[in-house]
């Protein structure tokens, strides 16, 4: 599997066939019995996600993984490294990254009161927050209205254009057909 910066590229086949697997090894949720992974052309181990945010690989699960009773602002920053959180200034990092992409998304807002295309939001703000160019959706459309579907792809190909690598993994060919480069 070769993947581009500046290129979507979607990963299908049925359920059980191994496209979130596959994907999980490279986000480090998995470690792989063999083989090899290569990021800018140099061979990595990533043996957690930390190894993968380490090579710029975030990933968005179709299970979202939020503290409910915390603002957008405090899922986006929580687990940061250093541990000192300085909101004020994040808020404004967030809201620079949401204006550059095209989100719709109040920083302020807290989890339990979004619909799932603003949660979902929230999960793609954080790992761009954390600098991943490379981004690997699994199945982000299965909760969205075909309107959501439709603004998230104008925000994906706005990603593409701006030089991130973008993998999304579907079984829905028409999907497929009408994002993937």
Request: proline letters at 3%.
């Amino acid at each position: 599997l070769t993947a581009y910066r500046g290129e979507i590229l979607s990963i299908l086949g049925e359920n059980g066939s191994g496209k979130t697997t596959l994907m999980n090894m490279i986000s480090g949720i998995y470690f792989p019995d063999e083989g090899q992974i290569f990021v800018d052309g140099k061979e990595v181990v990533i043996a957690s996600p930390k190894d993968a945010f380490d090579c710029r690989i975030g990933m968005i699960h179709q299970h979202f993984k939020l503290v409910d009773v915390f603002t957008a602002a405090e899922n986006i920053v929580l687990g940061i490294e250093n541990g000192k959180y300085d909101l004020k200034k994040s808020t404004k990092d967030i809201a620079e990254i949401s204006k550059q992409y095209g989100f719709e998304l109040v920083p302020e807002k807290k989890i339990y009161s979004m619909s799932v295309s603003e949660k979902q939001t929230v999960e793609i703000i954080k790992v761009l927050y954390r600098g991943a160019d490379i981004l690997i959706l699994d199945e982000p459309t299965a909760v969205l209205t075909p309107q959501e579907t439709e603004k998230l792809f104008a925000i994906l190909r706005n990603m593409r254009d701006d030089g991130k690598c973008i993998i999304i993994i579907t079984h829905k060919l028409h999907e497929v057909l009408s994002l993937s480069d």
